[in-house]
Nanobody, 123 residues
Framework: QVQLVESGGGLVQAGDSLSLSCADS????????MGWFRQAPGKEREFVAA????????YYADSVKGRFTISRDNAKNTVYLQAISLKPEDTAVYYC????????????????WGQGTQVTVSS
């Protein structure tokens, strides 16, 4: 059973930075591709960033490219999402997700999900 626990969300002002973490206690974490997704009220869950099991391949949504960075530390079973220059439209619940095999930008490809962490960006 994969258990993903996100942390680091909160209330920030536009232009601020924030770092999210997602920890998985399973030893097989290093074999999973990881993704970050977000869901704003009344909207569908959307892709934010993804990283391959080795960290060698990363993908970003156009809306966050250049502002968000995904990384992982397989020794700590943790994936990170660092965000700078936050905008009010970044306000959402942020979820991390895991999947076996190749990295994907599609939410339906991910088998395991965390509970989410709220990020609110005030203008």
């Amino acid at each position: 059973q994969v258990q993903l626990v996100e942390s680091g969300g909160g209330l920030v002002q536009a232009g601020d930075s924030l770092s999210l973490s997602c920890a998985d206690s399973r030893r097989t974490f290093s074999s999973y591709a990881m993704g970050w997704f977000r869901q704003a009220p009344g909207k569908e869950r959307e892709f934010v960033a993804a990283i391959s099991w080795s960290g060698g391949i990363t993908y970003y949504a156009d809306s966050v490219k250049g502002r968000f960075t995904i990384s992982r530390d397989n020794a700590k079973n943790t994936v990170y999402l660092q965000a700078i220059s936050l905008k009010p439209e970044d306000t959402a619940v942020y979820y991390c997700a895991a999947k076996s095999g190749v990295v994907s930008t599609t939410p339906l490809a991910y088998n395991y999900w965390g509970q989410g962490t709220q990020v609110t960006v005030s203008s």
